[in-house]
T-cell receptor
Framework: NAGVTQTPKFQVLKTGQSMTLQCAQD?????MSWYRQDPGMGLRLIHY???????DQGEVPNGYNVSRSTTEDFPLRLLSAAPSQTSVYFC??????????????FGPGTRLTVL | KQEVTQIPAALSVPEGENLVLNCSFT??????LQWFRQDPGKGLTSLLL?????REQTSGRLNASLDKSSGRSTLYIAASQPGDSATYLC???????????FGKGTKLSVKP
């Protein structure tokens, strides 16, 4: 299994540009999520999904859109990039949304810089 | 609102020492608590998961404890090695949706 994969690894955008961060998992996990990690702030939840066709907002959703058309993929879209979105983005997945014992698996991250 | 705090923010120890990392949370109504390791420029790797009904979990030289009533967890690392150098993150899961609330981490440096 490849686990959780993210592309690209690095990206530089100009203010106002849009882009999609890709996330895929091959473990048939129901739950997938996006976090951003900023110095001094820790990891914060952006959006999450408990299954195909179901998404919801996390702690910091503004400026981001998600969709979940398949179990495997959970892309994160930046509609109009802003310097405040400069961050490292992590995608995570776990087996069952309602399980007490599910471990979350994280991707390697995408380092995004918005100029 | 659930808040997770990790103390200390950074720790430097000589190789071979036993050490304890601390994690506290404000709301005791948690599903489980996970400890992660993050190497520089890398993703997070799950080390231990403690269910809300459990008191501790062990994996090799690592032992994590959970005291829900006091809102505390500790990660004990025995006989530390330079390869243990990394940032250690504590995260609590507060509900059935699976969302995690993270602490800011403890950056550990083990000197040879």
């Amino acid at each position: 299994n490849a686990g959780v994969t993210q592309t690209p690894k690095f990206q530089v955008l100009k203010t106002g540009q849009s882009m999609t961060l890709q996330c895929a998992q091959d473990m048939n996990h129901e739950y997938m999520s996006w976090y951003r990690q900023d110095p001094g702030m820790g990891l914060r939840l952006i959006h999450y999904s408990v299954g195909a066709g179901i998404t919801d907002q996390g702690e910091v959703p503004n400026g981001y859109n998600v969709s979940r058309s398949t179990t495997e993929d959970f892309p994160l879209r930046l509609l109009s990039a802003a310097p405040s979105q400069t961050s490292v983005y992590f995608c995570a997945s776990s087996r069952l949304a309602g399980s007490l014992t599910d471990t979350q698996y994280f991707g390697p991250g995408t380092r995004l810089t918005v100029l | 609102k659930q808040e997770v705090t990790q103390i200390p923010a950074a720790l430097s120890v000589p190789e071979g020492e036993n050490l304890v990392l601390n994690c506290s949370f404000t709301d005791s109504a948690i599903y489980n608590l996970q400890w992660f390791r993050q190497d520089p420029g890398k993703g997070l790797t799950s080390l231990l998961l403690i269910q809300s009904s459990q008191r501790e979990q062990t994996s090799g030289r690592l032992n994590a404890s959970l005291d829900k009533s006091s809102g505390r967890s500790t990660l004990y690392i025995a006989a530390s090695q330079p390869g243990d150098s990394a940032t250690y993150l504590c995260a609590v899961r507060r509900g059935s949706q699976g969302n995690l609330i993270f602490g800011k981490g403890t950056k550990l440096s083990v000197k040879p």
